[in-house]
Every structure is written in structure tokens, then in C-alpha cells.
């Protein structure tokens, strides 16, 4: 189908009273500026946004009172994704008004492929646990919650670390800011990686990929995971590729040893450390190489020790062509 015949996707965000605010605006806001995005190329809008709730008003976790909210949804006319987002407190309460309306018409819900999906935000996967639509599947949830999650459902596969979950019709996160990492990946499949990532540059967010998707930079990329040590790591070899940089050295940064760090890398990363320093530094070199720089030059900003290490990385990650040839500088 055309994607100016395509119907829109219907995207409700289900809330209940206390529903953490940054779980559903973050991702509805990010889908208000991709449909922004398309409107202004001459594109149609893609999603339908509403909000949704057992009751017509509620109040959100900050204490902002909601009003005019759709009720929960009786039929579907076309594509929809339902969104599930988060609570507050160390558990979910599920035996409130609200929550018990919401677990009863969950059960009447029949999730498909690219029909009726559902999303889970943080516990919100905890929400769809209890009303059994996660049996079978693969989800994650808030660090917080995991073990939570598998009580509440112990035929679900549930997996720790990572940012989010793909198992169609199932998508869900690991909660707060990684529910909008998991509505840009959505974004991606359904309009295009460029919209994806012009909405992750308006929303000033670094955008993380699935574990099967394409790069879309260096800097991005070995970064689908939640190791907060690792991901220190990985922060201070990016703000300075080109400094005197070894597994040891990492290590410190880490506070663990070099062999343990080489582990944290190889399992939550699927890289090695040095392999991660030299695939940045042939980004820093390519960076410099497009602004005008010399190859010598672009060796010496990047931390490669000699214009012959830096042509060696170059042919190791398969790039086009040759360092020589890529020192033009871009033209807007």
C-alpha cells in the first residue's frame, strides 16, 4: 500500500491514577513530532495519539489532574499499538477500581502482529503480566520490578539489561527514558531510520538502537544495554577517543579489573574494549578527514599513532575507498 493510503496507527496510551508522566509523554511527544515531521515533507500523519483511562479524569504522578480522557477502547478499526505505562512505588498495586476495570478489558484484548500491538513502559509489562498477555512471551521491565514481573507471570521469558524487548506483538522497556529509545525504534520501522532519527535530534536524545539494527553511528553504537559502570566506560571513550587509552586504564574508570572489564564489554557490549576504542577513533579520524584535515593530521586527532594504523583500520572495518579520499570537506 501507498504510504499516502496507509491508515493511521492508533495509538492509545492507557492511564491509570499515579501513571508516571515521562512514561507516556516522552514517547507521545515523540510521536507528535515525527507526525510533525511528515506533515512538513508533504506526508500524512502516521499516528493517532489518545488517552485512555477507566475513569474520564485522573491525576498523574506529579499531581497534574487529567481531564476529558477516552474510555478504554471497545473496538479497533485499523492498526493500533496499546500503551502500558508505569507507577509509582517499589510495587504494583493491582487491586484499586481502576486497575482491576483495566486488567478486565486487557483480558478481552486479542494482541496481533500488526494489528493490535501492545507496549509496555517501565511496569507496565507488570500491568500486562497480571492480566496474562505477557504468557510465552519475551519482555523487560524497570530493574525494580524484574522479579516482580516474574512472579507476576513465570511463563514469561523476562530479560534483565537491556534497554528494550522486541517480541511482536509484544514491545516493551525498560521504563522512564527508554520508553522513548522504544518508540524511535517504532518510529524507524514504520516511517523510515531518517524520521527516527531527525525526531531523536529535536528531542535532544541519544538515539539507542535494538540489538538487530543498523548503526547509525559509532558513537551510538554497543550501547543496547543498562550496565551503569559500562556505560561510564563508554562515555569517557567517547568524549576523548584520541587519549592514551588501554583495558586497564578503562578498567579504573570502571572500578573493576581489566579482565572483568573485557567480560562486561564482550557480554553487555558484544565488542571487545580495544575493538570499541578503535572502531571510535576511525569514526573521530573520518570526522576529521571530512572537515578538511590531512591524513597525518586526522591520524594524530583521532589517537592512531601513525598514518599506517590508521589506513590499517581502515581496510579492518571494511570503509569505502581509502583515507586519502575521504579528506574532502562536506559542502551543505
Known amino acids: 500500500m501507498d504510504a499516502q493510503q496507509q491508515p493511521p496507527i492508533r495509538v492509545v496510551f492507557v492511564l491509570l491514577p499515579g501513571s508516571l508522566v515521562l512514561d507516556w509523554a516522552g514517547p507521545a511527544e515523540a510521536l507528535r513530532i515525527a507526525n510533525q515531521r511528515l506533515l512538513a515533507s508533504g506526508r500524512p500523519e502516521r499516528f493517532a495519539i489518545e488517552f485512555a483511562s477507566p475513569r474520564p479524569t485522573s491525576m498523574a504522578s506529579v499531581g497534574v489532574a487529567l481531564a476529558g480522557l477516552s474510555p478504554l477502547p471497545t ?63 519475551r519482555a523487560t521491565t524497570h530493574h525494580h520490578h524484574l522479579d516482580e514481573l516474574r512472579a507476576a507471570e513465570p511463563r514469561c521469558d523476562v530479560v534483565s539489561n537491556r534497554v528494550f524487548v522486541i517480541d511482536p506483538p509484544l514491545y516493551s522497556s525498560a521504563g522512564v527514558t527508554t520508553g522513548i529509545d522504544l518508540v524511535l525504534h517504532r518510529i524507524a520501522e514504520t516511517c523510515g531510520e531518517a524520521l527516527a532519527a531527525q525526531v531523536a535530534q529535536t528531542m535532544v536524545v541519544a538515539l539507542r538502537r535494538g540489538p538487530h539494527d543498523p548503526e547509525l553511528s559509532p558513537f551510538l553504537a554497543y550501547r543496547n544495554h543498562l550496565h551503569a559502570a559500562l556505560h561510564r566506560v563508554q562515555d569517557a571513550v567517547s568524549e576523548q577517543p584520541q587519549a592514551d587509552w588501554s583495558v586497564p586504564r578503562m578498567a579504573d574508570v570502571a572500578h573493576t579489573s581489566a579482565r572483568h572489564l573485557t567480560r562486561l564489554f564482550v557480554e553487555h557490549a558484544g565488542v571487545a574494549p580495544l575493538a570499541y576504542l578503535r572502531r571510535l577513533r576511525l569514526a573521530a579520524a573520518q570526522l576529521a578527514l571530512s572537515s578538511g584535515a590531512s591524513v597525518t593530521r586526522a591520524a594524530e586527532l583521532s589517537g592512531f599513532g601513525s598514518d599506517t594504523q590508521l589506513r590499517r583500520a581502515w581496510h579492518q572495518f571494511g570503509l569505502p575507498g581509502s583515507p586519502s579520499e575521504a579528506n574532502t570537506p562536506q559542502r551543505s
Open 75 to 137: 473496538q479497533w478499526d485499523g492498526p493500533a499499538w496499546v500503551v502500558l505505562v508505569g507507577l509509582p512505588g517499589d510495587t504494583i498495586a493491582i487491586d484499586t477500581p481502576e486497575t482491576q476495570d483495566l486488567l478486565h478489558w486487557l483480558r478481552g484484548q486479542r494482541f496481533e502482529r500488526g494489528r493490535v500491538e501492545l507496549v509496555t513502559v517501565c511496569a507496565g509489562a507488570v500491568l500486562a503480566a497480571h492480566a496474562g498477555a505477557l504468557a510465552g512471551r
